[in-house]
């Protein structure tokens, strides 16, 4: 009985090892706060032509001072305002009709979540994620 108890716990022991070795211990890992933007279809469009949809994942850093959970609350306000943005001037990349232009979306987005929730809040955003809707039987963007 006792060699049973001693073979369950074994892997709950051998992770707590592990976790301490990582710096896990006692000593918090102080992640920096985020907030996670729900995935977002983004257009992809060339002279007024739809031509593909990218989903996108993008994450908001907060600063240190930032109140987590009223930033979280105020997430849909920033969705609407990438998918405003992306519909009005779409991040269409002119190489490549499979990916957003990064940067203007990710400036787009910490200049809109700034304007939303006080510039103070954030620190920064990031795109965690792109994925097109098609791969295939797009045209062929100029100069490539």
Not at 65 to 77: F, V, Y
Not at 79 to 108: C, M, N, Q, S
Not at 116 to 126: L, R, Y
């Amino acid at each position: 009985m006792l060699r049973r108890h001693l073979l369950a716990a074994a892997p709950f022991a051998f992770s707590a090892t592990a976790a301490q070795a990582a710096g896990g211990g006692d000593e918090k890992a102080r992640e920096e706060p985020y907030v996670n933007i729900s995935p977002i279809a983004l257009p992809i469009a060339v002279d007024g032509k739809l031509i593909n949809y990218v989903f996108v994942q993008l994450r908001l850093t907060l600063s240190p001072s930032a109140d987590g959970a009223a930033m979280r609350t105020r997430e849909p306000w920033f969705r609407d305002a990438v998918v405003r943005a992306g519909h009005r001037t779409p991040f269409t990349v002119a190489t490549d009709y499979t990916r957003i232009d990064e940067k203007r979306l990710v400036a787009t987005l910490l200049r809109e979540a700034r304007a939303i929730a006080g510039a103070k809040n954030f620190t920064s955003a990031q795109l965690m994620s792109q994925t097109p809707k098609q791969r295939s039987r797009l045209p062929t963007p100029p100069g490539r």
